[in-house]
């Protein structure tokens, strides 16, 4: 088997190799980062690798943190207040994989948005990571 299988083996087995223990530690510290932060290099290679990166010029990895929980709605302040006011239980209507390549987009203008993945999670925020790369860049090609 190659390399990355056998990442892809130690990810699926988390719990059992203790990798879990050291991603709980590793989001201790990411909380006290940005939201939209950019990595040198991604925490699941595999997956990265999977979903088209390369270690080259032009490609950048971000790690978006976002808050879990479903959406919220602004509850009404005037006029009639209807029975049911509609303020909760709403779900989204993207992603949360979506939302944090929004982020991302919005962070990095001039970059685009090639791919994302799930990294982990705690009881207050989901983090992604989101591959983005540069079209203007000479080892990006244009097509």
């Known amino acids: 088997m190659g390399t990355y299988k ?3 083996q130690t990810w699926n087995q988390r719990e059992k190799n203790g ?8 989001a201790i510290k990411w909380r006290r980062e940005p939201t939209v932060r950019r990595v040198e290099s991604p925490t699941r290679p595999e997956r ?3 979903l088209g990166y390369k270690r080259k010029q032009g490609l950048v990895v971000v790690r978006v943190r976002i808050r879990k929980g479903g ?3 602004a509850r009404p302040r005037a006029g009639r207040r209807q029975r049911a006011l509609g303020v909760t239980r709403f ?3 993207s992603s949360l994989m979506r939302i944090a390549e929004e ?5 990095f203008p001039n970059l685009r948005v090639l791919n994302s993945y799930y990294v982990w ?4 925020h989901h983090w992604f ?3 983005m790369l540069d079209p203007y860049s000479p080892t990006i090609e244009r097509g």
């Open 6 to 8: 056998y990442l892809t």
């Open 19 to 26: 990798l879990e223990n050291y991603l709980r530690q590793l």
């Open 48 to 50: 990265a690798r999977a």
């Open 71 to 73: 959406a919220r709605k």
């Open 91 to 93: 779900t989204r209507a």
């Open 103 to 107: 982020k991302a987009k919005r962070k």
């Open 121 to 124: 999670e705690d009881g207050r």
């Open 129 to 131: 990571e989101t591959i």
